[in-house]
């Protein structure tokens, strides 16, 4: 069980309380309980549950100290069993100090309930992600859509408002910039965001192919990796880019918003391979991601997560509310007319096909997809 070291006051209160009980003056309301924690709270351990007990013994008990034999030396009656109590619980032999402790478990309860939030906080999350992860597998098997492409529907986008230059030496179509600046902090997300040094290298080292985009539109290609029109680096700074426009329509004019101040943006697409949160959850860092893309863009607008729309508006299933729908059957929630229409299909177009959309291990087959289907009729939907 957790334990929570008390402070040395609570420590030798009970060891006192436990030398009145050894010359029996505990009275006989005591039980070994009771004995047994203040022994261990002498030692400084207290679980997470007498924690809570504490806090709420104290505040039942506090006029007890009122008492003469509990509060007068002086009293034919003093230490009274009400005293005893108090220390074998690490109270005090006094208001003020009986409050203090109180004071102390209640920080204790307010620490372990916000522990107890994150820990759920991050329970939802990873619950959220394993069915998310499913929604694609299923999506991928009934629509045939590519690793890539579920890949870019994860995919997030960043802005970095940065001073861009054109070069005017040659053709006047050379660029440099920066897409991400290192342990800078991002605008609300609502969480901040910062970027860890380094955490490109391993995508940059993989060699795979990355384009400069206009606004994100594979569409609108102005510079390529494996062209050589386009070179990605990490700095001392952040993520530099250092390309020669193409010479096209778009090229042309982009190196000419750039060059007046009208275009300061730019953004890259990426997945996250490790993250990092502080405690409280209101910042995040990235420590490594896999870039996608690099775009010019014409508003920073900066995006929590920007699932690529056109990946997303080529298919029928939606997997973020496949999987909402899903995390909501399995928890017993009430779902929409929408959501139960959507497992449904979901269901019935896997049951017509004889392959397992996951492997076994993963713990996510079609049996089990089946079986979410006969809580959909047990649930008359």
Known sequence: MPVTEAPQYMQDAAERGLRYYEEGLGGDGLVPKTIREAREMVQGRVSDDKWVRTSAWIARHLADLDAPQNSDESDPGYPGAGLVAHLLWGSGPTREAALRAKDFADSVVARLEAEGERKAMNKNVEKKNKWLDAAWLIKTSIEGVTEEARQLGKTEQRVNVANLEIRDAGDGMAFEGYAAIFNSDSEPLPFIERIQPGA??????????????????????????????????????????????????????????????????????????????????????????????????????????????????????????????????????????????????????????????????????????QQLKLKLLEKGI
């Open 200 to 369: 490109f290298k391993r995508s940059l080292q993989s060699r795979n192919e990355i384009k400069m985009l206009w606004n994100h539109d594979a569409g609108e290609p102005l510079a390529s990796l494996r062209g050589g029109t386009l070179k990605i680096f990490e700095d001392n700074i952040g993520l530099r880019v250092s390309a020669q426009l193409a010479n096209t329509q778009r090229g042309r004019d982009t190196a000419e918003l750039i060059r007046s101040g009208t275009i300061d943006s730019m953004s890259f697409g990426f997945n996250v391979v490790k993250d990092s949160w502080n405690s409280d959850g209101t910042v995040r860092t990235l420590e490594a991601v896999r870039l996608f893309e690099i775009s010019l863009v014409s508003f920073p607008a900066y995006q929590a997560t920007a699932g690529t729309l056109s990946v997303r508006e080529q298919r029928d299933i939606d997997a973020d509310k496949l999987a909402e729908s899903l995390a909501q059957l399995e928890s017993g929630a009430e779902l929409g007319a929408d959501q139960a229409e959507l497992i449904k299909t979901v269901v019935d177009k896997l049951t017509a096909q004889t392959e397992e959309i996951v492997e076994p291990n993963n713990g996510f087959d079609l049996v089990k997809l």
